[in-house]
C-alpha cells in the first residue's frame, strides 16, 4: 500500500527567504531516503534538503530561483508502507546502537550477572564501544557531502561537528575542516618542512659568526613565505634589441657631459607596462582569502637594486605617465639614494610588478621569485651578439635573455607566454610604443 508524503523544508533557524539554488529531481523520479532534493543556499552557509521518505516522485513544487522558509513544500513522495515505517525510525539514530553493544562481552556480562533488568534500560554503553579512535555515531551527511568530501579527500567521519540541521554535515563544514588542517600544517614549522639541523662548524676549523642586516633577514623570511605558499612557473624568452640599442646609443650621443644618460632598463620598463596595458591580470594581486582577483588601474614598477645591506626594491610611481629622460633621471636618482640607506618604507611599497636585472653582471638565465603580493617579476640578464637566421643567412643581432615568473594561481602558461611575446615584440621595435 503507498502514501502520499510531503516533504517540506525543515527547521533551518528562523531563517527565511531561503533561496533555491538547485533542483536535483524531477516527477517520477525514484529517490532514496536521505537522497538530496534540492539546494538551499542562505547568506550564511549552503544546505542540502535530504528526502525523509524513498519512493517515487509525485510532483515537485519549487524551482531554482525561488525563495522558501521553514515549512514550505518541496515535493510529494509516493511511499510504501515500509518506506514509511522506517522513515519513522530515522529521527532516532541511537537505535542502531545495540548492534556493536553485543561486540563487548564483559561489560554485558557483568551488569547481567548483578541486575538483569538494567541491561535492557541502559543503552548509554553504546559510546564506550568505538575502536581506531572512530566516533561511534555515523557522520550525518547527505550523499552529495559524502561525494564532495571524497573529492577532497576528507575522511567525513573525522568531521565530528556539523553546523546543519541536528548536527548534519553541510559542504561548508567539509571546507572548514579542509582550511583547518592546512592552517595546522603551515603552523607547524613552516607547512610541516622539517627545520634545519643546528651544526656546530668550529669543529671542522676556524669560523667567523657575521649577524645577517636587518634587510636580508626580512627578504629572507619574505621569499621563503613566498615560495611556500606561491606555486611559481618561469618562462625564458629572449628579445632581439639590435634596433633598440642603436636608439638608445643615438640618443645618448647626443646629450650632453652632464646629463642623465638613456639605460637600456628604462626601455625595458616601457615595453613592460604597455605589455601590462594589454593584459591587465598581470597588473594585479590575488586576494587574502584566495577568492578575488584585485585589478589595479595604476602603473607602479618596482626595481631590485643591490645595495650594501641587501636587495631593496624602490619603486617607480605612474611610469605610464613618463617618458624616457625622466624616468631615466628617478632611476638613476633612486638607485642611488638606495644604495645610500636613504629610502623611506613608503618608496618601498605600492608595487605592481617587479624587474630585477643582472644585466652589468653576466649570466644566460636565472628564475627570479615573485615579489607578493604582486603575481609576476621580470628578470633580466646580459645582452650578448648571437647569428639569427633570417631566412637566406645568419646575422648578427643583439639578444636579451628574459625571465619571467608568475604565480600559476593566476596567470596560465599561455597568458605567460602572450605576455612574454608582446614584451619581446616592443622592445623588438620600439615605435609599437607610440601606438
Known amino acids: 500500500m503507498a502514501f502520499l508524503i510531503e516533504i517540506k523544508v525543515p527547521d533551518v ?40 521518505a524513498a519512493g517515487k516522485v509525485q510532483e515537485v513544487f519549487i524551482k531554482p530561483g525561488d525563495k522558501v522558509s521553514e515549512g514550505t513544500l518541496i515535493a510529494t513522495v509516493s ?25 563487548a562481552p564483559e561489560p554485558v556480562k557483568e551488569s547481567a ?44 567521519q573525522k568531521i565530528t561537528v556539523g553546523t546543519g540541521r541536528k548536527g548534519r554535515i553541510l559542504k561548508d563544514d567539509v571546507k572548514n575542516f579542509v582550511k583547518k588542517v592546512m592552517a595546522e600544517g603551515v603552523a607547524q614549522s613552516g607547512s610541516g618542512i622539517p627545520a634545519m639541523p643546528s651544526i656546530d662548524f668550529s669543529q671542522f676549523g676556524d669560523i667567523e659568526e657575521q ?59 616601457k615595453a613592460l607596462v604597455a605589455a601590462m596595458q594589454q593584459f591587465p591580470q598581470f597588473n594585479a594581486s590575488l586576494s587574502a582569502d584566495g577568492e578575488k582577483l584585485i585589478l589595479k588601474k595604476y602603473f607602479n614598477i618596482g626595481i631590485a637594486v643591490d645595495t650594501p645591506n641587501g636587495l631593496v626594491v ?8 613618463k617618458g624616457i629622460n625622466e624616468l631615466s633621471a628617478e632611476l638613476a636618482e633612486t638607485s642611488n639614494r638606495a644604495r645610500q640607506g636613504k629610502l623611506m618604507p613608503a618608496e618601498m611599497q605600492g608595487g605592481c610588478i617587479t624587474i630585477s636585472s643582472l644585466g652589468g653582471i653576466g649570466g644566460t638565465a636565472f628564475t627570479p621569485i615573485v615579489n607578493a603580493p604582486e603575481v609576476a617579476i621580470l ?12 631566412g637566406k643567412e645568419f646575422v648578427p643581432r643583439l639578444m636579451l635573455p628574459l625571465d619571467l615568473t608568475y604565480d600559476h594561481r593566476v ?7 602572450r605576455f612574454m611575446a608582446a614584451i619581446k615584440q616592443y622592445l623588438g621595435d620600439i615605435r609599437r610604443l607610440l601606438l
Open 79 to 103: 511511499a510504501s508502507t515500509e518506506t514509511v515505517a522506517a522513515a519513522a525510525e530515522q529521527p532516532a539514530p541511537p537505535a542502531v546502537a545495540p548492534a556493536p553493544v553485543e561486540k
Open 379 to 390: 628578470g633580466v640578464t646580459r645582452a650578448k651578439m648571437q647569428p639569427l637566421w633570417d
Open 314 to 321: 624602490p619603486v617607480l610611481r605612474d611610469v605610464h605617465r
Open 211 to 269: 649577524k645577517l642586516g636587518k634587510i636580508k633577514r626580512l627578504t629572507g623570511q619574505n621569499l621563503s613565505r613566498v615560495w611556500l605558499n606561491l606555486p611559481m612557473v618561469t618562462y625564458h624568452e629572449e628579445a632581439d634589441i639590435t634596433e633598440m640599442e642603436a636608439f638608445r646609443n643615438a640618443l645618448n650621443a647626443e646629450k650632453s657631459k652632464d646629463d642623465v644618460k638613456l639605460t637600456g632598463l628604462v626601455f625595458i620598463i
Open 411 to 417: 596567470i596560465d602558461g599561455v597568458e605567460g607566454a
Open 13 to 52: 533557524g528562523n531563517a527565511a527567504d531561503i533561496d533555491v539554488v538547485d533542483v536535483l529531481v524531477k516527477p517520477g523520479d525514484e529517490v532514496k531516503l536521505e537522497q538530496t532534493l534540492a539546494v538551499l543556499e542562505t547568506d550564511k552557509a549552503s544546505m542540502d534538503l535530504p528526502a525523509s
Open 113 to 156: 550477572a548483578a541486575t538483569p533488568e538494567p541491561v535492557v534500560s541502559k543503552p548509554a554503553p553504546a559510546p564506550e564501544i568505538p575502536t581506531n579512535n572512530v566516533s561511534v555515531h555515523p557522520a550525518h551527511a547527505t550523499p552529495a557531502v559524502r561525494l564532495f568530501a571524497r573529492e577532497l579527500g576528507v575522511d567525513i
